[in-house]
């Protein structure tokens, strides 16, 4: 085994879990974080695994929430993030909330007292040498300018972006086909590659006015200069320059017929799949500052979505990160230059506990690497590898060159559906309802999670 050290960039989430399954390997690391010597404009301490915004790790339903689910898996691999989390929660009801301060003094305690760890303070401004070895860039969202400058030069100019514009993005069994269809405009490509939800003059008047007058989301302050390019505005910004701008943007109804009325649609909503397996489709053009509340009362109103329910929400705010479906395999490597990881929010995936997994399963593909173990990556049923697949494969390009990748939370919907349509209930075989679908993606993937480690012993 080699006892050259790893380099980690980047002491949030993610690169403090890296560092910690390289460790529980008797595998040197070198942490290198700039707060300390250099602040960004979101910290408040420079202390490791600060939270920056809440102080939860949302739901810790492990039966019935994905991101609950990824606790448990997170749990069942050693995770640090979550021996913190349990040290120093706070009560949150079904929720798994921490002291933010006493959770950052517990990480960075446990890093420090190992004695194959070290902490050194300072920015890395550029890629660093290949002397350097193995290196895990986990720098987040807020990374500097200077190293962001210089991952743009080795991945290209395309393939780094500074904020996310991001619209909703709705489970597909939650939209109501008897008003929606599958068309696309002009029957153009497969002639069925949209979902379309029809709107009468009324409603889309009445729609205009709800996003006009919905509240918007505060920016925090080092968001204010956010550009709104042409390309991603907000639709209340699009609404703002006149009623019909909409109605001759995303949501012109020209070359869609609805099968369901002969009247023609004054607007349609159009949603794209946003995933291979089908089971995630996203509003589009539908970026929005709305805050949660407006976004879920006022889309709900759109025909076909009256019971839509959300994988992820819009936004638009800054964060940096990388294009992961082409840039990086399905073990986080830089395909360009393996020796170079990436983990956390910098790879496209949203939220603390994401990123800490990002960052885990970074320094668990390493460490198996050095250890020369053969090892593959999480099923795709996991949590796990469910987010993976998504950031590295699972993820939809748009037509063209149109980049659509964005960031996303753990959900259920980026897990392949379950195989059975029955199980056995008191001795009989039953169809599975609504409500058993999620425990039952949970006790699959919390079995295949076990079997997979096994494998791997």
Request: hydrophobic fraction near 40%; glycine fraction near 8%; proline fraction near 5%.
């Given at each position: 085994?080699?006892?050259?050290?790893?380099?980690?960039?980047?002491?949030g989430?993610?690169?403090?879990?890296?560092?910690?399954?390289?460790?529980?390997?008797?595998?040197?690391?070198?942490?290198?974080?700039?707060?300390?010597?250099?602040?960004?404009?979101?910290?408040?301490?420079?202390?490791?695994?600060?939270?920056?915004?809440?102080?939860?790790?949302?739901?810790?339903?492990?039966?019935?929430?994905?991101?609950?689910?990824?606790?448990?898996?997170?749990?069942?691999?050693?995770?640090?993030?979550?021996?913190?989390?349990?040290?120093?929660?706070?009560?949150?009801?079904?929720?798994?909330?921490?002291?933010r301060?006493?959770?950052?003094?517990?990480?960075?305690?446990?890093?420090?007292?190992?004695?194959?760890?070290?902490?050194?303070?300072?920015?890395?401004?550029?890629?660093?040498?290949?002397?350097?070895?193995?290196?895990?860039?986990?720098?987040?969202?807020?990374?500097?300018?200077?190293?962001?400058?210089?991952?743009?030069?080795?991945?290209g100019?395309d393939?780094?972006?500074?904020?996310?514009?991001?619209?909703?993005?709705i489970?597909?069994?939650?939209?109501?086909?008897?008003?929606?269809?599958?068309?696309?405009?002009?029957?153009?490509?497969?002639?069925?590659?949209?979902?379309?939800?029809?709107?009468?003059?009324?409603?889309?008047y009445?729609?205009i006015?709800?996003?006009t007058?919905?509240?918007?989301?505060?920016?925090?302050?080092?968001?204010?200069n956010?550009?709104?390019?042409e390309?991603?505005?907000?639709?209340?910004?699009?609404?703002?320059?006149?009623?019909?701008t909409?109605?001759?943007?995303?949501?012109?109804?020209?070359?869609?017929?609805n099968p369901h009325?002969?009247?023609?649609?004054?607007?349609?909503?159009q949603?794209?799949?946003?995933?291979k397996?089908?089971?995630?489709?996203?509003?589009?053009?539908f970026?929005?500052?709305?805050?949660?509340?407006?976004?879920?009362?006022?889309?709900?109103?759109?025909?076909?979505?009256?019971?839509a329910?959300?994988?992820?929400?819009?936004?638009?705010?800054?964060?940096?990160?990388?294009?992961?479906?082409?840039?990086l395999?399905?073990?986080?490597?830089?395909?360009?230059?393996?020796?170079?990881?990436?983990?956390?929010q910098?790879t496209?995936?949203?939220?603390?506990?994401?990123s800490?997994?990002?960052?885990?399963?970074?320094?668990?593909?390493?460490?198996?690497?050095?250890?020369?173990?053969?090892?593959?990556t999480?099923?795709?049923v996991?949590?796990?590898?469910?987010?993976?697949?998504?950031?590295?494969?699972?993820?939809?390009?748009?037509?063209?060159?149109?980049?659509?990748?964005?960031?996303?939370?753990?959900?259920?919907?980026?897990?392949?559906?379950?195989?059975?349509?029955?199980?056995?209930?008191d001795?009989?075989?039953?169809?599975?309802?609504?409500?058993?679908?999620?425990?039952?993606?949970?006790?699959?993937?919390?079995?295949?999670?076990?079997?997979?480690?096994?494998?791997?012993?």
């Open positions: 085994m080699t006892k050259t050290p790893i380099h980690i960039i980047g002491g989430m993610a690169g403090t879990e890296a560092a910690w399954q390289l460790l529980k390997h008797d595998i040197p690391v070198i942490l290198h974080e700039m707060r300390g010597v250099k602040n960004t404009d979101a910290h408040n301490t420079d202390g490791l695994a600060e939270m920056v915004c809440s102080n939860s790790f949302r739901s810790d339903d492990a039966e019935n929430n994905a991101v609950g689910l990824l606790h448990e898996e997170m749990r069942r691999m050693g995770s640090l993030m979550m021996e913190a989390a349990e040290a120093t929660k706070v009560p949150a009801g079904s929720a798994l909330a921490v002291d301060d006493l959770f950052s003094q517990y990480v960075q305690d446990k890093l420090l007292a190992h004695p194959l760890f070290t902490l050194e303070r300072g920015e890395v401004d550029t890629i660093p040498p290949k002397n350097w070895g193995n290196v895990i860039i986990a720098t987040g969202p807020l990374t500097s300018e200077a190293l962001a400058k210089a991952v743009l030069e080795i991945t100019v393939e780094l972006q500074f904020f996310d514009a991001i619209a909703p993005i489970y597909k069994e939650s939209i109501g086909f008897d008003k929606a269809w599958f068309q696309s405009r002009y029957d153009k490509g497969d002639g069925a590659d949209y979902i379309n939800c029809p709107m009468s003059k009324e409603q889309y009445q729609f006015e709800d996003i007058d919905g509240e918007k989301s505060d920016y925090k302050q080092w968001e204010q956010i550009p709104f390019f390309g991603c505005m907000p639709i209340e910004v699009m609404a703002s320059r006149g009623p019909e909409l109605s001759f943007g995303p949501m012109k109804p020209v070359g869609l017929d009325s002969d009247e023609r649609s004054y607007a349609v909503v949603l794209r799949q946003d995933n397996l089908g089971t995630l489709y996203n509003m589009v053009g970026q929005t500052k709305l805050k949660y509340q407006f976004q879920k009362e006022i889309f709900r109103k759109i025909p076909g979505l009256e019971k329910e959300f994988a992820r929400l819009g936004g638009l705010h800054r964060n940096t990160f990388i294009n992961s479906p082409k840039l395999d399905d073990q986080l490597r830089l395909k360009s230059s393996p020796r170079l990881r990436f983990a956390g910098i496209g995936v949203e939220g603390y506990v994401e800490g997994a990002m960052g885990l399963m970074a320094g668990h593909f390493l460490a198996a690497e050095i250890l020369e173990q053969d090892i593959s999480p099923p795709i996991t949590a796990f590898g469910a987010l993976i697949n998504h950031i590295t494969g699972g993820h939809i390009e748009g037509a063209g060159t149109a980049k659509t990748f964005q960031p996303m939370n753990v959900n259920f919907g980026i897990m392949p559906p379950l195989e059975v349509k029955k199980i056995a209930i001795g009989k075989m039953r169809k599975i309802k609504k409500k058993d679908r999620k425990p039952l993606k949970s006790k699959r993937a919390l079995e295949a999670l076990e079997n997979w480690l096994n494998e791997a012993e």
